[in-house]
């Protein structure tokens, strides 16, 4: 998954804070024009999200990730026009995006990350183990699985799990891959699952939904998500969306709509291979997808 951007958070937000101030005549114009929530929004008439242009599976340019599924499906039941603001999604993507007023929403961002502020989640899931069906590793849910010993396991250099697999001794026949790379060029999860596939590997640890995306275009892997993991670093995450700290109403306008349509926007998350989880850690299917996630 692309990670939370960590750095300069005090500065951002009150960046965020300073030019939502700035933009108090267009948002007064706005506000008379329409008597709706655009005194907080770019353009009323638009639905603009921030977006990494070459993301998948969460999003690119062509729209045919499931984040831009998410946006085409709330700016119809918001009777908006959809735009994109693309740029990197690396240090820096809120800054000259959400912060920059360029755009009003960035579709996923997980929860308890103060760099912006978060509606309701609407998926939980989890970094998951990819592995060959017929491998004898499909049922291991933990890294401390004592299979794993010895075996060699694909990860993404800098994750939550390396610190897990480092914990449960796994690092020394692990191969990296990178985290940080131009996504112009580069895929290191598209790689892990060719190198899995082709043998190079004997199981890989993904991002959730890049895990069942990924593993779902290969054919014959199988995705455990990782939830029994009793030390290091959490695994499991709930995913919102983002907005401007100043963006109060815009934010309950976007949980509302969360709260109102759960069921279709979990049939986008499976349809798109996304290990999603209860409250419970137990995974949810196209026919046991609850409302709440």
């Known amino acids: 998954m692309t990670q939370a951007a960590r750095h300069r958070r005090w500065w951002f937000s009150l ?16 506000t008379s024009e329409t008597g709706d ?7 009323p008439k638009v639905l603009r999200v921030c977006a990494d242009p070459r993301n998948l599976p969460f999003s690119n340019e062509k729209g045919e990730g499931f984040e831009n599924k998410l946006a085409e499906f709330l700016a119809g039941k918001l009777q908006k026009k959809l735009d994109y603001v693309f740029f990197p999604q ?18 996923g961002y997980p929860q308890g990350d103060d760099l912006v502020q978060g509606t309701n989640p609407y998926y939980r899931t989890t970094y998951a183990l990819v592995a060959k ?13 004592a299979r794993l010993k010895g075996k060699h396991i694909g990860i993404v250099a800098g994750t939550p799990p390396a610190t897990n697999m480092a914990l449960a001794g796994l690092m020394g026949d692990a191969k990296p891959y990178q985290l940080m790379i131009d996504t112009r060029f580069d895929n290191s999860a598209q790689a892990m699952i060719d190198d899995l596939t082709a043998g190079k590997i004997d199981a890989g640890v993904l991002w959730g939904p890049m895990a069942g995306y990924y593993a779902k275009k290969a054919g014959s892997l199988h995705v455990t998500p990782l939830v029994k993991e009793t030390t290091g670093p959490k695994l499991v995450y709930r995913i919102g969306m983002g907005v401007r700290p100043a963006d109060q109403n815009w934010k309950r306008q976007l949980n509302r709509l969360i709260q109102e349509n759960q069921g279709e926007i979990n049939k986008i998350l ?9 409250e419970s850690n137990r995974p949810l299917g196209a026919e046991t997808a609850k409302k709440a996630p």
């Open 133 to 145: 069906t017929g491998s004898g590793l499909e049922d291991v849910d933990t890294l401390e699985d």
């Open 270 to 278: 499976i349809d798109f291979g996304v290990p999603l989880l209860d």
């Open 37 to 43: 929530l655009s005194f907080e929004l770019v353009d």
């Open 15 to 30: 960046s965020i804070v300073i030019a939502s101030c700035a933009h108090g005549d267009l948002a007064i114009a706005q």
């Open 90 to 107: 690396a240090s820096g993507f809120v800054r000259m995006t959400l912060g920059a007023h360029r755009c009003d929403v960035i579709m």
